[in-house]
């Protein structure tokens, strides 16, 4: 088959790109792995803007699927049959870059109760599935992989095809773009943080994290990537302000808007709001936020580093600090964004901005609450959330 062409790379049809540059942007001492990619997208006729994402298609670690493999005795040559595809494919194939090798369900419980062959097995999964035990099989399931489960009912032997059916599709992750097309066109930079956790007694990864910081060669491997765009963007008026709040790998699109709107020459003011555990060792991108600001690309950068003193302080400690200078940008046009977690982060963010708001607004929370949703409506309050 004859390759697509350029224009035709898609999330359907990915474009195998390699990386320029895989590197740690934590100093050591962190208690975390945060790594900066660049992916090449040369020849690819890829083009993206900032604020959208770059899909990334990953491959589960092969010593998973060796475990697997193993528990079903099979050489994974087996032929097995995906939904969606044509053709058969290796049960190795079907493993490595198909499906997810996590997220057992409550049906794979019934299916191994009804394969089990020794007696105590069968009569754990049994009472497992019991209506009274629905709270313990929710937390089994949560702290299983499907690799777990087959070690620990090994009599319940389940053939290549019968199992595949109960794994889900293997999907792409979408990370932010962390650079400007008008800086680097022909590449997209990424910041990923490295998901490494223990679970049920066994080490665990996030399977794209550590597919990029683990298995993936520079200038080697082939990543399958895809551009994903977004409303996101930076200000369509080059003299609007922005205010940008971005902890941890939040930072990423803020990072794209930086480079673009200077690049752009555009007149308005940046404001970043960065947060992470420890200055010494998590600030990312340290060097060139420094000289962003020396330069004049960035009016001002707050920062608040959570464990760096007794009492935890937050990005969204930082805005209410700031309140009144906040108010006055807002005031004056600003646009406000924000991006990161969506179950704390944000919510705590979202909570400090309508308060900041009804406070220095001189307004009742109901009014606060209406300016809030006029600012979205005019796109001037966005947010990319996860």
Request: one cysteine or more; proline letters at 7%.
């Amino acid at each position: 088959m004859s390759p697509a062409a350029p224009s035709g790379y898609s999330k359907d049809n990915p474009f195998p790109a390699r990386l320029r540059e895989a590197r740690l942007l934590n100093q050591p001492g962190t208690a975390k792995e945060t790594r900066h990619f660049v992916v090449d997208l040369s020849g690819s006729g890829l083009t993206y803007k900032a604020g959208d994402s770059i899909g990334v298609f990953p491959s589960n670690r092969p010593e998973d699927v060796a475990e697997i493999l193993g528990h079903l005795g099979a050489t994974g040559a087996e032929e097995v049959r995906l939904p969606r595809e044509s053709g058969p494919v290796s049960l190795r194939v079907a493993l490595e870059r198909r499906l997810a090798l996590n997220g057992p369900t409550r049906r794979f419980v019934e299916a191994l109760a009804a394969r089990a062959q020794a007696p105590e097995e069968k009569a754990r999964l049994h009472g497992l599935l019991a209506p009274e035990a629905a709270e313990l099989l929710a937390g089994t399931l949560a702290q299983r992989w499907f690799a777990d489960l087959l070690a620990e009912y090994p009599s319940a032997r389940l053939g290549p095809q019968e199992l595949i059916e109960h794994l889900r599709r293997l999907m792409p992750r979408l990370y932010s773009v962390a650079s400007s097309p008008r800086v680097h066109p022909a590449e997209a930079h990424l910041t990923v943080a490295v998901v490494r956790y223990r679970t049920n007694g066994r080490d665990r990864v996030g399977v794209c994290s550590s597919f990029l910081a683990d298995r993936v060669q520079v200038g080697e491997t082939p990543v399958p990537v895809f551009v994903a765009p977004s409303h996101f963007a930076p200000p369509e008026d080059p003299a609007r302000d922005a205010i940008m709040v971005g902890p941890g790998t939040g930072i990423a699109p803020f990072r794209a808007f930086v480079q673009d709107r200077a690049a752009a020459g555009a007149s308005g003011r940046n404001w970043i709001f960065f947060g992470d555990q420890h200055r010494a060792t998590d600030f990312l991108y340290e060097e060139e936020w420094a000289d962003a600001l020396a330069a004049g690309r960035l009016a001002r950068l707050d920062t608040a580093f959570s464990r760096d003193q007794l009492l935890k302080v937050y990005v969204q400690d930082r805005l209410r600090e700031r309140g009144a200078e906040v108010w006055s940008w807002i005031q004056g046009g600003a646009a406000f964004y924000v991006c990161g977690d969506a179950r704390r982060m944000a919510k705590d963010v979202d909570t400090a901005l309508h308060d900041l708001i009804a406070e220095q607004g001189a307004m009742t929370p109901a009014q606060a609450a209406d300016f809030v949703k006029q600012l979205k409506k005019e796109k001037r309050y966005q947010r990319d959330i996860y």
